[in-house]
């Protein structure tokens, strides 16, 4: 089951639809611009965003404002692991002080108070306008490319992670990963019906397959250097033998089983700001504790132990410009 609002009032809705996991549209998706030509402007702490370190679409979030430098240009309030029959609730005590919402501390009041007859899904990350009192974006992929751009003169790090002259690969990977992996993670895990979780699975493996052959030739899936693409990918491989191969039923293979794969994820954690970012045992406890669907009594597992830290022997494919980039964050 899962949370929506319906004209403002909250409401559990199944996800399903004879079995295949349906996901919707983010509904908030203004754009900041840095003269503020469509209400809102590139301005240092005006923004704040509600994230879950659990959940990869946030997780994404967190990767671009770390590897920008935007920690104190973009505040931020963490929601707890958990995720109950009201959805997203604020971890204890983060709510902010400027946030007048009631003592129950649940994210979809913060939707409310931007829309008191909002109709949709409950979902992070949000990026929340102090001054406007309202939410610009609940879109990961539109709020990665505003701090990749319109926060530039604010942030520590210029380095740009969507050239334009990358645009259009960029684009092709990330719509094949969500269609082929991302989705189907999910779908294979939330299926009720056999052929639904036999196609999902099917079309994950094929994929990393694939993939695996296109990182024997490069060292990210764009070329030779670090884009989004691969700050998208990331955020499911790092999920995908902790928690997804057990907890989804994705266990035809790991991805440490992958040459290349196994090699990719361990070069993209060991840049020192992306591992900062990964908080494992948050993850796990989100997963096997908000589940009670697929896990009832809630049991986290003890592991398995993947180790990221290993030399990941990728360096001979091209220099990583970001590895050296400091980050206070």
């Avoid at 104190?72 to 902010?96: C, M, Q, R, Y």
């Avoid at 990963?177 to 036999?198: C, K, L, P, R």
């Avoid at 045992?281 to 589940?291: A, D, F, V």
């Avoid at 990221?308 to 990583?320: A, Q, V």
Wanted: charged share 25%; aromatic share 12%.
């Amino acid at each position: 089951m899962s949370t929506i609002l319906v004209k403002g009032v909250l409401k559990q809705a199944s996800a399903k639809d004879k079995g295949a996991l349906i996901r919707s549209e983010s509904e908030f998706r203004h754009w900041i611009t840095k003269d503020g030509g469509g209400r809102f402007s590139a301005d240092p702490d005006r923004y704040h965003l509600f994230i879950s370190p659990a959940c990869p679409w946030s997780h994404r979030v967190m990767l671009m404002r770390k590897l920008k430098g935007l920690c104190d240009v973009i505040s931020v309030t963490l929601l707890d692991a958990i995720k109950g029959d009201n959805g997203w609730k604020f971890e204890h005590h983060s709510l902010p002080e400027w946030l007048e919402v009631s003592q129950e501390h649940f994210l979809y009041e913060v939707y409310l108070k931007a829309d008191p007859e909002y109709t949709g899904k409950v979902s992070v990350p949000v990026l929340w306008d102090r001054k406007l009192d309202t939410i610009v974006s609940n879109d990961s992929g539109d709020i990665m490319r505003m701090f990749n751009t319109v926060f530039a003169d604010y942030g520590q790090v210029d380095y740009d992670y969507c050239p334009p002259s990358r645009l259009p690969e960029i684009e092709r990977i990330n719509s094949y990963i969500h269609e082929n992996i991302t989705h189907n993670i999910y779908q294979a895990g939330f299926s009720s019906v056999q052929a639904d979780y036999d196609d999902a699975v099917n079309k994950i493996f094929r994929a990393f397959d694939e993939l695996d052959r296109r990182l024997s030739l490069q060292r990210y899936l764009a070329g030779n250097t670090l884009t989004e693409a691969d700050l998208n990918f990331f955020t499911t491989l790092v999920r995908f033998d902790v928690v997804y191969y057990v907890h989804f039923k994705v266990c035809l293979h790991r991805v440490s089983d992958y040459e290349h794969l196994r090699e990719y994820l361990r070069d993209l954690y060991q840049i020192p700001a992306i591992a900062e970012t990964v908080d494992m045992e948050h993850i796990k406890r989100h997963y096997y504790r908000s589940h009670y669907e697929l896990n009832p009594n809630g049991i986290i597992p003890a592991g398995p132990a993947v180790d990221f830290t290993s030399p990941h022997l990728r360096d001979y494919m091209g220099t990583n410009d970001v590895d050296t980039l400091a980050v206070e964050c």
